[in-house]
């Protein structure tokens, strides 16, 4: 039986900061959006074995879990256990336990990141325009550059009209020259937190231009009876970023100096990773192709503009290091100085022009579905297609059910992994279950679990995207989604136009001044302003 700790035990440690621990809600990520714990980074038990290692990488660090008090915590540290954590410990009483002792809760998603937009819309008096204004100064034919700070693909979901594309860790660079002439330079996002965090970052390296950040992004643009323009392929960075210059170069070094962000070389680097009783993070903020091209070997990939707004689903460690990655250290320092901000102490700046590293290439490692599959025969979109055939065969996905309602294998039943065993008493008898998920990693995993099935159990090799590849056609239909799709939160975004969309899009917008009230009173997090100029 795990360890447990008692929720007025756990929060002192977490306020104290006095040494690692890792926070993990293995709940459902829907249940985790309706109210979790400010510090606590999701990880359904669903996924744990696919995401434990990149959110906790040092297998000695100290773990909690906590669930709805429903018994999925300890399954959870069963399953820790047998990967090698041995540090791990179940909040007594789970989420219920913590809020009956008298703590906070919050709702939505990356909630530590939004308080620090917030807060540093206040204490940096980040300059902000509305919606409504910044339509004026179109329509009057302003100069105006409007800057997207998203990844690519988002910023195609719907964009301001006439805003280029500039991810985050490129907005330093590119966004001054994509501006041009312009009077005004406006950086937008879906909502406040990477918009605000980029207009800043432009002032952080001494940008003395009128820059604002778009009020409420895209979102807010919407809610003011606009539309967004779709498919969008305009870009900041045509040719990639821009070469830093001596100045930018030099303001990156007095940013790390004003702010204690440490400048590692490949020495100093190996210690870091060498030390058995320090969890270290390694990330390469770049945009992708660069990371591919070439990158200190063991660094993840992870924009810099989605690092600062997903930290809590990338490190869940509080007390650890962190080092950033890029090529000359300019970008990666603007990212260093929002980390530091989020009051994370010991944050590192790793520059790969310095020399010495040991660089790699490509992308991450393949899906590891194959090498997971253990006792049961993994099958190819043929022989499943025959098998479907015989009407003797049932077929659970496991994707999640954002990936479910876009297209899944005919007659494939929804279910969420970690009520598969309790929801096969409730799909009908047949001879033969076959699983498949996203690309098969999660199915692998699953027919490994403990399943009361009596019949042959088999994967479908490579999920449905193999069979997508093999051309035979998926269904939309919904007819078969028996389990509570809870598993996902829903964007405003993901949702059509109307009224629901639209008081979404409220919801999601609304309490920000509530939010970083209860923060700064819980005592959670260390926001700090560190200003720069």
């Avoid at 510090?39 to 696919?50: G, Q, W």
């Avoid at 910023?155 to 660079?173: D, E, K, T, W, Y």
């Avoid at 099958?379 to 479907?388: C, E, G, N, V, Y």
Wanted: glycine share 12%.
């Amino acid at each position: 039986m795990a360890a447990s700790i008692a929720a007025e035990s756990l929060f002192e440690q977490l306020r104290a900061e006095c040494s690692e621990i890792a926070l993990l809600d293995v709940r459902e990520e829907g249940r985790y959006g309706a109210g979790h714990i400010l510090v606590a980074s999701a990880l359904p038990l669903s996924r744990l074995e696919l995401g434990i290692e990149a959110l906790v990488p040092r297998r000695e660090a100290a773990i909690v879990v906590y669930d709805d008090g429903d018994g999925l915590a300890a399954r959870a540290c069963d399953k820790l256990t047998r990967l090698g954590y041995a540090n791990t410990m179940v909040l007594d009483g789970g989420l219920p336990g913590w809020i009956a002792a008298g703590y906070e809760v919050y709702e939505g998603l990356n909630t530590p990141s939004k308080a620090l937009g917030v807060f540093a819309h206040r204490e940096l008096t980040i300059p902000e325009i509305a919606p409504d204004d910044l339509a004026g100064l179109m329509e009057a034919g302003g100069k105006v550059a409007i800057l997207d700070c998203r990844p690519f693909t988002e910023f195609q979901n719907g964009s301001i009209p006439g805003a280029s594309s500039c991810p985050g860790a490129a907005l330093v660079r590119n966004g001054p020259d994509d501006a041009g002439n312009a009077d005004t330079l406006v950086v937008t996002c879906a909502g406040r937190t990477r918009g605000l965090a980029g207009a800043q970052t432009l002032r952080d390296f001494g940008f003395r231009g009128q820059v604002f950040a778009l009020r409420d992004g895209t979102i807010g643009w919407q809610l003011s009876g606009r539309t967004v323009e779709k498919e969008a392929g305009r870009s900041a960075l045509p040719n990639g970023r821009k070469p830093a210059g001596a100045d930018m170069l030099a303001k990156a070094e007095a940013i790390r100096s004003a702010t204690g962000i440490g400048l590692v070389d490949a020495r100093l680097l190996e210690r870091l990773r060498a030390d058995t009783d320090r969890t270290a993070y390694l990330f390469d903020i770049r945009e992708k192709p660069e990371f591919e091209a070439g990158h200190i070997a063991g660094f993840r990939h992870v924009a810099g503009g989605q690092l600062v707004q997903n930290l809590d689903m990338q490190v869940a460690v509080r007390g650890a290091r962190i080092v950033v990655s890029d090529d000359d250290g300019v970008s990666a320092t603007g990212v260093a100085l929002w980390l530091r901000r989020m009051g994370w102490r010991e944050v590192f700046v790793a520059r790969i022009d310095d020399g010495g590293f040991e660089v790699a290439t490509g992308g991450a490692s393949a899906s590891p579905g194959p090498a997971l599959i253990q006792g049961h025969g993994s099958i190819d979109p043929a022989r499943l297609k025959q098998l479907i055939a015989t009407g003797e065969t049932l077929v659970i996905d496991l994707a999640s059910s954002r990936e479910y309602r876009k297209g899944h294998i005919p007659r494939a039943w929804f279910v969420v992994r970690s009520r598969l065993p309790d929801m096969l008493s409730k799909l009908p008898m047949a001879a033969t279950l076959v699983l498949t998920s996203e690309d098969g990693a999660l199915a692998a995993l699953a027919a490994q679990d403990e399943l009361p099935f009596p019949g042959a159990i088999h994967v479908l090799a490579r999920g449905t995207a193999a069979w997508r590849a093999s051309g035979y056609d998926l269904s939309t239909d919904l007819d078969r989604m028996i389990d509570v799709p809870d598993d996902v939160v829903i964007k405003p975004t993901e949702l059509p136009a109307g009224p629901e969309r639209d008081e979404t899009m409220r919801v999601y917008l609304g309490g920000s001044e509530e939010l970083l009230e209860k923060v700064e009173r819980e005592g959670l997090l260390k926001l700090a302003a560190l200003p720069v100029d």
